[in-house]
């Protein structure tokens, strides 16, 4: 492989050249939150301990709270039914499994090695 060929190749793929929507982790879900899902942002929140992200940007009220969970037979969280999020992770709060988040890379783990409440 020629110089110019890795070159090329390293210029496209990195973090500087890709000008993409942004991943924005918002936290705990919050009444009066305005949460972003457009060309720029798209908010990932945890609500009951289920990674979600927005699909569809709108201000937080109780009346709209991601709460129409769907379990498979043993109860576990394996989607959602709402006009705003989509379900992406379920069991992200305490040691396994869990979600790690490190220079704003995250990372889905076995043992996140961080104390129950401060992880996401």
């Given amino acids: 492989m020629s110089n110019s060929t890795y070159s090329g190749f390293a210029t496209k793929h990195s973090r500087d050249f890709y000008k993409g929507t942004s991943f924005h982790y918002s936290g705990e879900w919050l009444v009066g939150t305005h949460y972003l899902c457009d060309e720029y942002t798209v908010d990932f929140i945890v609500y009951n301990n289920v990674l979600l992200r927005c699909k569809k940007s709108h201000l ?61």
């Fill in 60 to 120: 937080a009220y109780a009346s709209n709270k991601p709460t129409d969970f769907i379990t498979d037979s043993r109860g576990n969280v394996i989607g959602l039914s709402s006009h705003y999020w989509d379900f992406v992770l379920a069991g992200v709060a305490g040691i396994t499994p869990g979600v790690k988040i490190v220079d704003n890379y995250w990372y889905i783990c076995n043992d996140t090695g961080v104390p129950v409440d401060q992880q996401v």
